[in-house]
């Protein structure tokens, strides 16, 4: 603020050191004096812009640091962002290979369902293949990932339809399969 203040008052003093050498030249006088105030006022002016050149180059300066240490906390936020996007796709995986081998586990637990009530002489309706149990719990995976988001809603809409039957994820389901299995719960 005080340089703006203090260039007015050089660009006043040089208007009138100016008009005053017109008048001298016209006059006839000599003009070495007031010439040598106008090239000192003109250098006053001129430390004011460099000045001001100055502070702008630094500003600027200052900003490019700024934004380039803002690009670095970026990047390293980012990189955290990819490093729990690694560790959360090996949880996942590691999580559908366990389901994997929990299915295989289930298939066989109602093949040894299935023999038992054959030796008892019953019948129970339990999947015979891999793919009866796959695509039993397939269609529960299908709801759970439905909740996801609205996008993979929509995309898994005509999924959605199949699963009312025993298929579908609800305080109820395992009830549902212990019934298939022919075993009594608690409340019978």
């Known amino acids: ?36 105030a106008i090239k000192d006022t003109v250098e006053g002016l001129d430390e004011i812009d460099d000045a001001a050149r100055e502070f702008e180059r630094r500003e600027q300066s200052y900003a490019r640091e700024r934004r380039a240490l803002e690009r670095s906390n970026v990047q390293a936020e980012l990189q955290v962002v990819r490093e729990q ?28 369902a299935r023999m038992k009530a054959v030796v008892l002489g019953d019948k129970i309706d339990v999947p015979t293949t891999e793919f009866e149990v796959v695509s039993r719990f397939g269609f529960r995976l299908a709801r759970v990932l439905s909740t996801i988001s609205e996008r993979s809603r929509n995309r ?28 009594k719960g608690d409340d019978q």
Do not use: C
Request: charged share 35%.
């Open 85 to 112: 996007i690694v560790t959360a796709t090996k949880t996942a995986h590691d999580a559908v290979t366990e389901l994997v081998e929990k299915l295989r586990l289930i298939f066989d637990l109602y093949q040894s």
């Open 1 to 36: 603020m005080e340089e703006v203040k203090e260039r007015e008052r050089l660009e006043s003093h040089l208007d009138k050191l100016r008009g005053t050498r017109g008048k001298k030249l016209l006059d006839g006088k000599s003009t070495k004096a007031v010439t040598t």
């Open 156 to 183: 898994l809409g005509p999924v959605q339809w199949s699963l009312h039957g025993y298929y579908s994820i609800d305080e109820k389901w395992a009830e549902r399969e212990m019934k298939i299995l022919g075993i």
